[in-house]
């Protein structure tokens, strides 16, 4: 049974930074691409970012490029979103997600390609 677990999360001020983890358990973890997402109160799950299966690409939103990381540890089953800069909009439950099918470049922006989610870790940011 896939299971992902984030962690990380809480309570920053604007400009501080936080360090978002996702254990994966229940699959061969270096296998599969991996995405980060969120969600803010009233608004639509959107993506924040995602790393290819080696870890030497990756992807994000226009709204957190050159603030975020994201990374992977494959002999810890681990992706991380290191979130530097925070803003109060980014401000939102972040949640990791798996394709279980082999997904690449931009088809990894969509989370509709996602099969396995985690319960998601909340991040508010005050002004």
């Known amino acids: 049974q896939v299971q992902l677990v984030e962690s990380g999360g809480g309570l920053v001020q604007a400009g501080g930074s936080l360090r978002l983890s996702c254990a994966a358990s229940?699959?061969?973890?270096?296998?599969?691409?991996m995405g980060w997402f969120r969600q803010a109160p009233g608004k639509e799950r959107e993506f924040v970012a995602a790393?290819?299966?080696?870890?030497?690409?990756?992807y994000y939103a226009d709204s957190v490029k050159d603030r975020f990381t994201i990374s992977r540890d494959n002999a810890k089953n681990t992706v991380y979103l290191q979130m530097d800069s925070l803003k109060p909009e980014d401000t939102a439950v972040h949640y990791c997600a798996v394709p279980l099918r082999h997904r690449s470049g931009d088809a990894l922006r969509g989370a509709n390609v996602y099969d396995y989610w985690g319960q998601g870790t909340q991040v508010t940011v005050s002004s």
């Open positions: 790393i290819s299966v080696s870890g030497t690409t990756t």
């Open positions: 229940g699959l061969s973890f270096s296998r599969y691409a």
